[in-house]
Structures are given as structure tokens and as C-alpha cells.
């Protein structure tokens, strides 16, 4: 009595192939919408950043305004912030400009802005104006917010950045010519935003 043989089935290999492929692609497309989505994140919490900047910009010229009115004050220290003022403006407007060229010219405008901040300091009468008062009260909460959206783009980059460095979606992020993110550093003996805090008695 013969015995049946009974015939093993295998997958040929082109459904092995397909199989392979689709799993490289579905991995690929995931890979590559995260990168998307981590770089969303950054430019949106970049955008924040310029945003709280802005406003900072805006109270600049206030700013210079009413100091202006002292009489002896340092006329180097206006002229810093002014073009500190001014270089940030061209460089947010450069359409060419990276995002390091963009914090370089912000921590430009932070530490002449910081040195104005100190030097009011030294001028009782000025500070004691209504003007500067209701100046200080906005420049107050300016910097906080500056420091938060400095702090949450960090935050974001840094995320964007590890997706970007760290493997296997790195190879996605060679092939696809993603790049890593620059980011805000606190100036040597700068760790924080600067203190607006004036003695207006």
C-alpha cells in the first residue's frame, strides 16, 4: 500500500519580495512623516519665537524714547540697541537667512537690550516717569514670554534633531535632506532672559 506524500507548500518568492517591500515602505513612510511632523513642530515653535520678538522689537523704540530724555545718558548703549534693532529686522526679513544666522542677530538684540535694561538702572528720575512705569509693566511680561518661546523651540528642535541624528530614521532623514536645527544658547553669563526690574522710588 502506497503511502501518500504530502507536498509542502511554500510561498514563492515574489510574494516574499512584495512582503519585504511593503514592509520597507509602510517603515519609510512612517520614518519620513515623523521627520515632517518633528520639523512642523520646530518651524511652529520658531514662528512663536519671532512672534514674542516682534513685540519686543515693537517696545524698542518706546524705550529709546523716553531714555533719550536723560540728559547724560549713554549715548553708545542707544546706539547698540538701534542697530542690534535694526540688524534683527534685515536678518528676519532676509528670505536667504538660516535659522543660526536668525538666533545670532536675536542674542545680538538680547545682550544690547540687556545692557540698555542695566543702565536705566543708574537713573532714578527716569524710571520714576508714568511713561516708564507703563513701559516696564509690558516690557516685563515681553521677556517672559520671549524666554518661553526660546524655551519651547528648544524643546521642539531638540526632538526634531534626535529623530534626525539618531538611526534608522536617520538614513530617512539623509535620503530626504533633512537637517539638523540650530539652537538658542544662553551668551556667556546670560542664562537668563534679562531682569527688568528698575528702583522707581
Known sequence: MAIAKTAKKSFPI???VLGVVLVLGFWLMSAYNGLVTADQNKNNGWAQVE?????RFD????????????ADFEQSTLLAVTEARTNWLNTQSDPSATTGEQ?????????????????VEAYPTLTATEGFKTLQIQLEG?????AVARQDFNDAATAYNLKVKTFPSNLVAGLFGFSTSDLFA????AAAAPTVQFNTK
Do not use: M
Request: glycine share 4%; hydrophobic share 45%.
Open 14 to 16: 515574489w510574494a516574499i
Open 51 to 55: 512672534t514674542e520678538y516682534q513685540r
Open 59 to 70: 517696545a524698542i523704540p518706546n524705550l529709546v524714547s523716553i531714555v533719550q530724555g536723560a
Open 103 to 119: 538666533i545670532a542677530a536675536s542674542q545680538t538684540l538680547d545682550s544690547a537690550f540687556s545692557r540698555l535694561l542695566v543702565s
Open 142 to 146: 515681553t521677556e517672559n514670554r520671549v
Open 186 to 189: 544662553a551668551d556667556q553669563g
